[in-house]
């Protein structure tokens, strides 16, 4: 499995982006697919998670109601739509996949993945 992420760019606070993970390889059904950010001196954060199955979603406390995870799975594509966003969401954005995922917030852990993609940078400054 490959994954590409692109879409990120430079925005002013309270602007919006969306990041686009293309997949490809065999069986993507039943993976989930998480967004990790990690910023200059910081740990790599689990943004979110979505399940391909089913489209069961999860997020991190820090982007709860501004940013929406959607799958379109016949394009092999997870997108992040991020809204209202803040300096403080200003890094290097990542995708990521399980194999065999569990459902829960573990899917937001960076350890276990099978596979990661090359990240895009976002950064959020006036």
Known sequence: VQLQ???GGLVQPGGSLRLSCAASGPNLDYLAIAWFRQAPGKEREGVSCIFAYDGTTYYGDSVKGRFTISRDNAKK??????NNLKPEDT????CAADKRPLYGTSCLS???KDYWGKGTQVTVSS
């Open 5 to 7: 992420a692109s879409g």
């Open 91 to 94: 890094g290097e954005y990542y």
């Open 110 to 112: 960076r350890y276990g």
């Open 77 to 82: 594509t997870v997108y992040l739509q991020m």
